[in-house]
Nanobody
Framework: VQLQASGGGLVQAGGSLRLSCAAS????????MAWFRQAPGKEREFVAL???????SSYAGSVKGRFTISKDTYSTVTLQMNSLKSEDTAVYYC???????????????WGQGTQVTVSS
């Protein structure tokens, strides 16, 4: 399954963006879909994940209450980002795995990344 992330851009602090990740094929119920981000000079960090079969989700503390991960019925996962802050600036990646994990190496498939820049 190939993943294609989109929706990034430039936004002012306090604004919103909606990222989408489209899979080339059906995402099976055993999958866990996640968003990670990587700022310049920093390691890739966990943002949010969702279990495809149940819709159960989990968030990093830094985004909880501001970001929402969701899925459609077939092959797209989205990340709604509200109340954006300058520290949210990063390249955002979607990923597919099978483990409920915040560790990037647990995910086998990755999208190409989409840049989010928040101006203060």
């Amino acid at each position: 399954v190939q993943l294609q992330a989109s929706g990034g851009g430039l936004v002012q602090a306090g604004g919103s963006l909606r990222l989408s990740c489209a899979a080339s094929g059906r995402i099976y119920s055993s999958a866990v879909m996640a968003w990670f981000r990587q700022a310049p000079g920093k390691e890739r960090e966990f943002v949010a994940l969702i279990r495809w079969s149940t819709g159960r989700s989990s968030y990093a503390g830094s985004v909880k209450g501001r970001f929402t991960i969701s899925k459609d019925t077939y092959s797209t996962v989205t990340l709604q980002m509200n109340s954006l802050k300058s520290e949210d600036t990063a390249v955002y990646y979607c990923a597919r795995g099978t483990q409920w994990s915040e560790i990037p190496s647990e995910y086998a498939s990755w999208g190409q990344g989409t840049q989010v820049t928040v101006s203060s």
